[in-house]
């Protein structure tokens, strides 16, 4: 079975500085990999995905992603943060054997302070 | 939410109740899917249905019905036997069998008072 691991829960970060928010997954066949973004009491968005291609993705709202296979990752990233971005990030993948179904992480709560 | 419904955002419930939560969608998804969300804990897969008139547990189905009787329409109803149902629930819908990602509606907060 895949997993998903978002290395940390909590990200605090002051607006306007460079954030990385960390994924990692365990899969070893072709993956699809997702990132969502979930702001309070809201439902999850999606910010960006990779299918396949190049490597480097670009999603709404100023993020990013890079798909690394060899190192089993694909994390987010934005130059300069706001205050906006406050919320819950959630990592996601499927692969081949998956069909449509997603695996999620446990979600990583970006902080951005004044 | 971008033709996936959620209802109702907010829904109390007594101790000892069945509940039904409401997911529709007018986007003509195959797939729907229930999750659960506790603070801190990321999302659990309660059910899922990939076509009509089907549906497979997820990880944390206990306490828990689904009904798929139209590709609309995937309700979940809380019973009395989940013991811990206060919680914010998600429906999410995809189409076919490729990743296309899952589009999600805008959730339920389930209280139990």
């Known amino acids: 079975a895949q997993s998903v691991t978002q290395l940390d829960s909590q990200v605090p970060v002051f607006e306007e500085a460079p954030v990385e928010l960390r994924c990692n997954y365990s899969?070893?066949?072709?993956?699809?990999l997702f990132w969502y973004v979930q702001y309070p009491n809201q439902g999850l968005q999606l910010l960006l995905k990779y299918l396949s291609g190049s490597t480097l993705v670009k999603g709404i709202n100023g993020f990013e992603a890079e798909f690394n296979k060899s190192q089993t990752s694909f994390h987010l990233r934005k130059p300069s943060v706001h205050i906006s971005d406050t919320a819950e990030y959630f990592c996601?993948?499927?692969?081949?054997?998956?069909?449509?179904?997603?695996?999620f992480g446990g979600g990583t709560r970006l902080m951005v302070k004044p | 939410d971008g033709g996936i419904t959620q209802s109702p955002k907010y829904l109390f419930r007594k101790e000892g109740q069945n509940v039904t939560l409401s997911c529709e969608q007018n986007l003509n998804h195959d797939a729907m899917y229930w999750y659960r969300q506790d603070p801190g804990q990321g999302l659990r897969l309660i059910y899922y249905?990939?076509?009509?008139?089907d549906f497979q547990k997820g990880d944390i189905a206990e306490g828990y019905s689904v009904s798929r009787e139209k590709k609309e329409s995937f309700p979940l109803t809380v019973t009395s036997a989940q013991k811990n149902p206060t919680a914010f629930y998600l429906c999410?819908?995809?189409w076919g069998q490729g990743p296309f990602g899952y589009t999600f509606g805008s959730g339920t907060r389930l209280t139990v008072v």
């Open positions: 249905s990939q076509i009509v008139n």
């Open positions: 899969s070893s066949v072709s993956v699809y």
């Open positions: 999410a819908i995809t």
């Open positions: 996601a993948v499927s692969d081949l054997n998956a069909g449509n179904m997603l695996t």
